[in-house]
């Protein structure tokens, strides 16, 4: 039931996108084709919100980590599996995580704070404290993970005893000029399904179709990839449309890629 359902939805999404339509999805947390304002980003890394869905947080709470959970993030700006050592080890206890809060203050209060506690935004003309907080090991219930890749950095990583949620993300694109270093999907997804096999619980794993690049992303590729999860046991599965951020748009570009 769930197979059909999703497939029959995200084959009407890649329609749209092909047809050139707007669209926007309910599974898609991003701001869609500008940047963020310096309002969202402050109350991005200041909100005491949790990240993931209430589902997912259902899914932790059998492993006991609680309503709200301080999760630490391995990560959202570059693959964990180019970090595993380094995440490893703070989940050992080897290193610790430092944290900063911004709050918004006046130029008064700028400059009566030392270097290292204050922080200017010169793109805004804005004037931030930085409180300061270090946190080891003992301080997480979980680990969340956005990962690409399959190989031992990664497994290594999934044999820690943390509880952890992973986003593997799989945009269909993996091996071709858009994602040469990718794995294809379907190699992704039967790693996937041996880990699973290896005692990974299906219901910590989320499957992320994310970018959906309009022009490019086929229908067949959406609908092979919640087919072959569904089959795996694999119940959430999220979806993006790609946002035209300035990097995004440069990289996009040389690339043949057109935004017109």
Do not use: C
């Amino acid at each position: 039931m769930f197979a059909s359902t999703a497939v029959s939805q995200a084959r009407a999404l890649a329609d749209i996108l092909n047809n050139n339509q707007s669209a926007t999805s309910s599974a898609t947390n991003t701001l869609h084709g500008r940047q963020a304002t310096h309002e969202e980003e402050l109350a991005t890394l200041n909100s005491g919100k949790t990240i993931l869905s209430n589902e997912e947080l259902a899914a932790w709470n059998k492993n006991g980590v609680g309503k709200n959970p301080r999760i630490l993030v391995a990560t959202e700006r570059t693959d964990p599996a180019f970090h595993s050592k380094e995440i490893i080890d703070i989940i050992n206890g080897v290193k610790g995580v430092t944290n900063r809060k911004y709050t918004q203050i006046t130029k008064e209060e700028y400059d009566a704070l030392p270097n290292g506690q204050r922080w200017y935004k010169q793109a805004t003309k804005q004037y931030f404290r930085v409180d300061v907080t270090n946190l080891s090991s003992s301080d997480f219930a979980g680990l969340y993970i956005i990962t690409k890749h399959d190989g031992l950095p990664m497994r290594d990583i999934l044999a820690t005893k943390i509880p952890k949620l992973i986003h593997f993300s799989i945009t269909g694109l993996g091996g071709t000029t858009y994602e040469p270093g990718v794995m294809k999907p379907n190699d992704l997804l039967d790693r996937i399904g041996d880990y699973i096999k290896q005692g990974l619980d299906p219901d910590m794993i989320t499957v992320r179709i994310d970018p959906i690049v309009p022009g490019v992303t086929t229908p067949s590729m959406i609908e092979n990839i919640v087919k072959r999860a569904s089959e795996l046991g694999i119940k959430r599965i999220r979806f993006s449309i790609m946002d035209a951020y300035g990097n995004t748009v440069r990289k996009m570009n040389a690339l043949g890629y057109s935004f017109d």
